[in-house]
């Protein structure tokens, strides 16, 4: 079974705008994960935020995690055409690891 | 280059055939990992092992099996047991540490059913 949930499914924006996706998670967690995949390609991890941090930068990415809700956002600003893929989370407790369903991003040019 | 090969990258699989997924990585990771993703939807995992000699059933080990021989090697096993394989295979590996377990992922193995 799926621990979380990504919302929205599927979101398509222009170039140069901003991305929001959320995540909501079941139980507690020791971290929460954010990764992007390519079309017909792996995994690849993008960033890490632990259960004891409320927000974490890395470059055009802004992840926010908020315990209490058990949601966490993944901000991508200034986005690019390249910036198109599917985003998951993953919630991480212990030796478990879960996956939500992801987000299709369509960045048009 | 460090990173984890999987092969092949296409696989067809004929009625009542097993078929194995090789999973290999040099980044001398102690866990490794199997999902499955199915179209649409997330990762589902399958089996995971922490170290050599062990492994643990994930949320859908029916009709799957693995072994954990070597280090470097995780290979999956698609038994005829298991009714419905066409999916997309990712392996993947880790070093586990209290608190954080980044994933580094293979490029996947597209298995389908002739």
């Known amino acids: 079974s799926q621990q979380g949930e990504e919302d929205p499914q599927a979101l398509s924006i222009q170039e140069g705008e901003n991305a929001t996706m959320n995540c909501s998670y079941k139980?507690?967690?020791?971290?929460l994960q954010w990764y992007r995949q390519n079309s017909g390609r792996g995994l690849v991890h993008l960033i890490l935020?632990?259960?004891?941090?409320r927000e974490k930068h890395s470059g055009r990415l802004r992840v926010t995690l908020d315990t209490s809700k058990k949601s966490s956002s993944l901000l991508i600003t200034a986005s690019r055409a390249a910036d198109t893929a599917s985003y998951f989370c993953a919630s991480h407790n212990n030796n478990d690891m879960r996956f939500g369903a992801g987000t299709r991003l369509t960045v048009k040019p | 280059d460090g990173g984890i090969t999987q092969s092949p990258k296409y696989l067809f699989r004929k009625e009542g055939q097993n078929v194995t997924l090789s999973c290999e990585q040099n980044l001398n990771h102690d866990a490794m990992y199997w999902y499955r993703q199915d179209p649409g939807q997330g990762l589902r995992l399958i089996y995971y092992?922490?170290?050599?000699?062990?492994?643990q059933k994930g949320d859908i080990a029916e009709g799957y099996s693995v072994s954990r021989e070597k280090k470097e090697s995780f290979p999956l096993t698609v038994t005829s047991a298991q009714k419905n394989p066409t999916a997309f295979y990712l392996c993947a590996s880790s070093i586990p540490r209290m608190g954080y377990e980044k994933l580094f992922f293979g490029s996947g193995t597209q298995l389908s059913v002739l």
């Open positions: 935020i632990r259960s004891n941090e």
């Open positions: 092992s922490q170290i050599v000699n062990d492994f």
């Open positions: 139980t507690s967690i020791n971290n």
